[in-house]
């Protein structure tokens, strides 16, 4: 479903070169739940907008759901993003003006092929999905940090898409709504959704198939040498 | 992105922030309505000039001999009966009009009944003799023609000076005001070859009587037009030139002729009296001019608005960097983000068009009302000062428009150029 081979991220930072990732690679078969773990500032959060096609400005190759990414125009990655990938953020990125219901349908603005009725419709049953079907009308200052996450999720999962990519999905939530969170992403793999998340938290990459650890731009199965060093 | 998507995009966003896009559409409003009043303004103004202060019929050509001319002497230039029969034969010609002036000074004393008041005045009075084709369309009572020695002469007055008369004779001398219909019939006697301040020729006095048979926007402003033969039986009376004539009216069969029989009249030594046509013109660029002034800076005013809508667009895109960040993530492309910003603007843009041109629209109208009550009658006064044709709104609402979305361009390239990575890293 996701394959990476040799990528490599710089950032210029005025004269100097900073190499964010470092000839990563990475496969991710359909239906598999990866963590990926690091500290902060490891680039996992690149790793993933790379792989999500917010990032381009990168070297080696990436190919999501058959499509290669180098390959495909700003319409064609914008159609994958759309279509195939769906994002869940730490900090939910929630449109604080719009209720859960209109934050839930954003995606199908950008589908060519749903309407008004069927967004809604769409939506609603994507919040149903994650418990929130009882507060589709408020807005997300009326809503806790667990439900914002969860609001953030049904928006992810509205163009049912085949991979989800999360960015420390439980870093803003305490431990027990993080638990209820950490629980509703086993049932969607369970579905049989691919799940590609990344974070510096030991409680998400407990329960994920497998587990990659992410340390100065270099990928690695933990237990490797490298990894026993850290 | 589906138009019809942009559309339900677009009200959720500009929704989310009302206060600052009817913040915007005000700016655009005062704007296009400033324009769309000065315009309305300056064409309703244009109207009344051309239409009642200075009626110019397109199709008419007045030729009179020349003020000074060697052709005289030797037999051209002079306007007689052979160069009228040239005149009629000149390509575009459809008509011709003669006119006469009566060769003597005529006066009028009327001590008498006067529409329900007593007047006593004297008067000098023009006479021009026309032939009656050119008036008769305006003539009510009777018929316009030579009724012979010893009968009232009909007359025909100018329409714009029964609008003097009305609005500033009658209302000082505390005389009633009158309508063309009253008007028709009315009779007053004129002596001719009399004057109160011009030396007469030495023969003898006519004294006459002139009824008016009606008002028309083709006799002479400064006097009264009477039908030709009577004038030319005036003059031969009196000793005087009734062999010649002092002007030819010539109808051209299209308006766009008339350049061409301007250069034909030319060519054969004669003049044209396009003292009307030119009084007309200078009234009508007076109008243009002061109006463009005012029109320039409505425009100015609408490039501020566009300035202000662009600055609340910089703003708002800014502080809308993490949503634009999310719409790039769930699949907008940066055209898609591009067209949301400028659609955004251009709906901004309408609404304001749209007030500000029905803002204009409704003040002139409270213009109108109040000039009505607090101006006092003058010449010509007319009932509305504007006018607002069909092309006058959509201007509105297209300025409205266009200030937004020019705008709106470079925050919304701004805004495609946002950075998705960057902006929801964290």
């Known amino acids: 479903m996701i394959s990476v081979r040799g990528l490599s991220r710089s950032y210029q930072d005025g004269e100097a070169s900073l190499r964010v990732l470092d000839g990563v690679s990475l496969d991710v078969a359909p239906g598999e739940w990866v963590a990926v773990v690091g500290a902060s500032g490891s680039g996992k959060s690149t790793l993933l907008q790379i792989v999500g096609g917010l990032d381009v400005a990168y070297q080696g190759e990436v190919t999501v759901a058959g499509a290669r990414l180098k390959d495909l125009n700003d319409r064609a990655l914008s159609q994958l993003r759309n279509r195939d990938v769906g994002f869940v953020f730490q900090s939910f990125h929630l449109v604080p003006e719009l209720s859960a219901v209109e934050n839930v349908a954003l ?73 209820g969170i950490i629980a509703l992403f086993q049932t969607l793999n369970q579905e049989g959704l691919t799940v590609l998340a990344v974070t510096h938290e030991e409680r998400l990459s407990r329960v994920a198939g497998r587990v990659l650890a992410i340390d100065q731009g270099k990928l690695f199965e933990p237990g490797t040498p490298r990894e026993a060093a850290r | 992105m589906r138009t019809s998507s942009l559309w339900r995009l677009t009200r959720l966003t500009l929704r989310r922030d009302r206060k600052g896009a009817l913040l915007s559409a005000f700016g655009v409003a005062v704007g296009v309505g400033a324009l769309v009043f000065f315009v309305g303004l300056g064409l309703g103004v244009g109207q009344v000039v051309r239409e009642r202060v200075f009626p110019v019929d397109a199709n008419l050509l007045e030729v009179v001999p020349p ?64 032939d009656p084709g050119l008036l008769e369309q305006d003539v009510v009572v009777g018929k316009f023609e030579d009724k012979g020695p010893g009968q009232p002469i009909p007359g025909v007055a100018a329409t714009r000076l029964l609008e003097i008369y009305n609005k500033t004779f009658a209302p000082a001398r505390n005389l009633p005001r009158l309508s063309a219909a009253l008007l028709a019939g009315f009779t007053f006697p004129v002596d001719f070859n009399r004057s109160f301040i011009a030396a007469t020729s030495g023969g003898p006095v006519i004294p006459t009587q002139v009824k008016l048979v009606g008002l028309s926007d083709r006799a002479p402003l400064a006097g009264v037009a009477i039908p030709l ?18 002007g030819v009216t010539l109808v051209a069969r299209d308006p766009a002729k008339i350049p061409a029989l301007m250069a034909q009249v030319k060519e054969m030594g004669l003049s044209l009296d396009d003292t009307e046509r030119r009084m007309s013109e200078n009234a009508g660029l007076a109008v243009v001019l002061t109006t463009s002034a005012l029109a320039l800076l409505s425009v100015l005013i609408c490039l501020l608005a566009a300035v202000n809508i662009a600055h609340a667009l910089f703003s708002s895109v800014r502080a809308r960097a993490k949503e634009l960040g999310v719409l790039r993530a769930v699949g907008a492309t940066r055209r898609d983000v591009q067209a949301l910003i400028l659609t955004e603007a251009s709906v901004i843009g309408l609404f304001g068009g749209a007030v500000g041109t029905l803002g204009a629209v409704l003040i002139s109208l409270g213009m109108d009302a109040l000039s009505s009550r607090v101006l006092p009658p003058f010449p010509f006064k007319p009932d509305t000062f504007f006018r607002f044709p069909w092309p006058v709104w959509v201007g509105g609402l297209s300025l409205g428009l266009l200030a937004s979305f020019g705008g709106a361009l470079f925050p919304s390239r701004k805004a495609a150029a946002t950075d998705p990575a960057r902006t929801l890293a964290g």
């Open chain 1, 107 to 179: 995606p199908a603005f950008f589908s060519p092929s749903l309407g008004a009725e069927e967004s809604r419709t769409r939506a609603l049953e994507a919040l149903s999905r994650v418990g929130m079907g009882s507060k589709a009308d408020r807005t997300p200052a009326r809503l806790s940090g667990g439900e914002r996450q969860r609001v953030a999720i049904a928006r992810a999962l509205l163009m049912r898409p085949k991979i989800l990519l999360c960015d420390e999905p439980t870093g803003n939530l305490d431990a027990a709504t993080g638990e």
């Open chain 2, 67 to 130: 003020p000074v001319s060697l052709g005289g002497l030797l037999g051209g230039g002079k306007l007689d009966a052979a160069t009228v029969q040239r005149l009629s034969a000149l390509d575009g010609v459809a008509r011709v009009y003669r006119k006469m002036n009566v060769r003597v000074p005529a006066a009028t004393r009327y001590d008498g009944a006067f529409f329900g008041a007593h007047i006593r005045m004297g008067l000098e009075v023009l006479a021009v003799g026309v």
């Open chain 2, 229 to 246: 033969d009577t004038a030319i039986r005036l003059n031969q009376q009196t000793g005087q030139d009734a062999a010649t004539f002092t």
